[in-house]
Each structure stands twice: as C-alpha cells, then as structure tokens.
C-alpha cells in the first residue's frame, strides 16, 4: 500500500509519479485503487487538481499539446507560474474577507448608535397620546402605530431570507465525471444523437450516435458515485435502454476498445 510520504512531495503536494498513477485511474475510470490520501488531497488542493486535469486532457488529446512528449515521460507544467496564480488568490481571498469584516464591524457600530439615540432614557416620562373613551381606533391609526413600533424597534423594513434548498444525494454532481463531459478524445469527435445532456427522462432510454468504424463499442450507465450499473457491447450505432432506474441524476459513457469517446449525463425523474 502506498503510504502518504510515497504521495507528497516536500511541499505537501503529490509529486510526478503520484499525479501520473492518479491520471492513469482516470483514464482505466478505475479510482478504486488509488490510496484515499492521494484522493482526499486532489480534492482539496486547487493546485493538484488543475495540475491532474492538464494531465488527464493531455492524455486524452496529445496532438493539443504545443510539444509531444516521449512515450511515458510525464509532463511538467511551469510550478513558478502556478505559485504566483495561488500566491495572488489567497491575498485576493484574504483582502476580500478583511473588506466585508470592516463593512459589518462599521455597520454594527452604526445600528448600535441609531438604537441608544432612539431609546429614551431611564426615568423619562413619555406621555403616549390615548384614544378618547369611545372613539374607535382607524385602520390608518392602527398600522400607523405598528409601523411606529417597528422603526424604534429596528425592525422596519426586514425581510426573512427563505432558507436555500438542500439538493437530494442522488441528484449531487460527481466532480470527476463533470469535468469529464466534452472532453476532446485520441481518436475524434463522436457526434451523439440523444440523449442530449442535462434533460429528464421517464421511460425508456434510446443512446444513439453517427456511425463510426471503432466497433464493437461499449456503453456504460453510472450512478453519481461513479458506480457502473450497467454495461453492454453496441454493434450498432444506437441503443435501447429498458431498465429500470430510480429518481437521480446518471452519467453514461461510450467506449472503443482503447479509447474513451465520450461522456454525458441525465436525470431520471
């Protein structure tokens, strides 16, 4: 098992081999195999994601590159250019929390002033106009002196934000196969026909696309996990999918036999 300091370099990032096995995982859809520190590290490093996510594009289309690399030579990116971009969001991020402290430090002070010069002072008698005995009260009066109440209470003109809604974990993105979905591959542009991306579907499934001469192709049908649920060899250039699948979001790929050709999503209703 690969331990956590075969998976970091000094600088607490995954060096050259470790980014190279994790883009290979990638390329095979197959991160199982891969240590759950090199996992949780991609997560949370911006520098190790976008340094993967190069490698992985580059995999997958190496004529984009503006120089061929030697078969398994790994590539590496420029580290000065991607610590500048790093050094420069922290200090952004810094500068941005600091401006929205002093903005509510200085709004609090400023409510606190406006409360002490509305609230009047101890032993003070106020003499509160009274309606004379039998006379009804209007409605004008009646929201005029709650409307009064609000303002010396500070509670004039405030609004309940109504609480964002928490998506459902069948429908969560998988950020790996997101980033995945109109990624160029080695051996051209498939052209699919449907089912097109980000639509709900309730019956059956028809996967379809422009005939190309990499056959037998595969097509598989995942979960947001990244789970493969199914799995079948497409002779054809469609195919009638008939199962049955529970309310969620599904992504699905389709394979020659060395290469991955593409990678889109759905939603089952």
């Known amino acids: 098992m690969t331990s956590k300091k075969d998976i970091h370099t000094n600088m607490e990032h995954l060096n050259d081999s470790s980014s190279a096995l994790y883009v290979d995982a990638l390329v095979r859809d197959d991160l199982s195999m891969l240590p759950a520190e090199a996992l949780d590290h991609v997560e949370n490093c911006t520098e190790c994601k976008d340094k993967i996510l190069d490698l992985f594009l580059f995999r997958k289309n ?151 001469k990499q056959e037998p192709l595969h097509l598989k049908i995942l979960n947001n996990k990244n789970e493969v649920l199914f799995r079948y060899e497409v002779k054809d250039s469609r195919y009638l999918f008939k199962e049955e699948l529970s309310p969620g979001l599904y992504y699905w790929k389709l394979e020659s036999q060395s290469d991955l050709l593409y990678v889109g999503k759905f939603f089952i209703k």
């Open 62 to 212: 190496p004529a984009a590159a503006p120089v061929d690399s030697p078969a398994g030579q790994v590539v590496e990116f420029p580290q000065h250019s991607r610590r500048q971009k790093s050094q420069f969001r922290r200090a952004a991020t810094i500068f941005i929390v600091f401006s929205f402290v002093l903005i509510f430090y200085f709004l609090g002070i400023k409510n606190e002033l406006t409360t002490l010069r509305q609230t009047p002072a101890i032993g003070e008698n106020k003499v509160q106009e009274q309606p004379l005995p039998g006379t009804p009260e209007t409605g004008q009066e009646t929201a005029a002196k709650v409307e009064k109440t609000r303002v010396e209470t500070g509670t004039a003109g405030a609004k309940k934000t109504p609480p964002r809604p928490s998506v459902p974990p069948a429908y969560r993105v998988n950020p790996n196969l997101e980033n995945m979905i109109g990624s160029p591959s080695r051996s051209g542009v498939v052209h699919i026909l449907s089912p097109g991306n980000n639509i709900y579907l309730q019956e059956e499934i028809l996967f379809s696309w422009e005939e190309t």
